[in-house]
């Protein structure tokens, strides 16, 4: 343990370099040894060529990354870990975003992120997205 999991659309292409987001993460993990043995950090990726997103109506695509860690580490490790990577995916994907339409980027504890535009999302999503803005 840990293992890391990312789903992305298909339609993000080799521009994603999937590859290569799974290295920053292992570098990540692996400056935390005192807690990741590096032995235990596994990482994969899952492609998904059938997806559907919103109404379908445009190319439309998402990234979803789960982290899994074993249980007895602390609260406060979590908290840093789950914040390090959550600052790696959005720095990776940054430019190829950027080409698409600009991300939401949901600084949760469940590091949920979504592009979705504003007309798609719902009320109470598009007055929080202002407020994070």
């Known amino acids: 343990m840990p293992h890391f999991i990312v789903e992305y659309t298909a339609n993000l292409g080799e521009?994603?370099?999937?590859?290569g987001l799974l290295e920053k993460v292992h570098r990540v993990l692996i400056k935390r040894r005192d807690s990741f043995p590096i032995g235990g950090i596994r990482s994969r990726a899952i492609r998904l060529d059938e997806y559907y997103v919103a109404d379908g109506a445009e190319d439309d695509a998402f990234v979803h990354a789960t982290l899994k860690i074993g249980a007895g580490r602390p609260e406060q490790v979590k908290k840093e870990v789950g914040a390090e990577l959550f600052a790696?995916?959005?720095?990776h994907f940054a430019p190829?975003?950027?080409?698409?339409?600009?991300p939401h980027w949901s600084p949760i504890r469940t590091c949920a992120s979504s592009r979705l535009p504003a007309r798609r999302r719902p009320a109470w999503r598009s007055s929080a997205t202002a407020r994070q803005r």
């Open 15 to 19: 521009e994603a370099d999937i590859r």
């Open 88 to 91: 790696v995916m959005k720095d």
């Open 96 to 102: 190829l975003f950027a080409k698409r339409r600009a």
